[in-house]
C-alpha cells in the first residue's frame, strides 16, 4: 500500500515538471498527470535500458529519465487527443483546426 502512495506522489511529481516543460496547452486532471508521471517512469527506464545505462527494460529509472519519459508521453497524448478531436483534426503545434 505504501508503495501505490510513493508511485501516486512521484508520477505527481514528475507529471507536472513534464506537462510544465512540454509546450502548449493539456488541460489534465490529477490522476491523467500521475498517470503520465507513472508511464513516463517506465519510459524513462526503456531509454536507459536501450542506453545501456540500467539493468532491465521495465525498472524504475531516474528523476531525470522519468521527466523525460514524460514528455515523450505529453506529446503521445496530445497528438492523440488532436487528432481525435470532435470538431476534426487539429494542427499539432497551435491546436488551431486544420483547414480541409
Excluded at 505504501?2 to 506537462?19: D, E
Excluded at 486532471?29 to 524513462?44: D, E, K, N, R, W
Excluded at 531516474?62 to 505529453?74: A, D, K, P, T, Y
Amino acid at each position: 500500500m505504501f508503495s501505490l502512495i510513493i508511485w501516486s506522489f512521484f508520477g505527481l511529481v514528475t507529471g507536472c515538471i513534464a506537462k510544465a516543460i512540454h509546450p502548449g496547452d493539456d488541460p489534465l486532471g490529477c490522476l491523467p498527470t500521475i498517470l503520465i508521471g507513472v508511464a513516463g517512469s517506465f519510459i524513462g527506464g526503456m531509454i536507459n535500458w536501450l542506453l545501456d545505462f540500467g539493468n532491465a527494460p521495465y525498472e524504475p529509472s531516474g528523476f531525470i529519465m522519468s521527466i523525460l519519459g514524460g514528455v515523450v508521453c505529453c506529446i503521445a497524448f496530445r497528438f492523440y487527443a488532436l487528432n481525435k478531436s470532435p470538431s476534426g483534426p487539429r494542427d499539432f503545434f497551435t491546436g488551431k483546426k486544420i483547414n480541409d
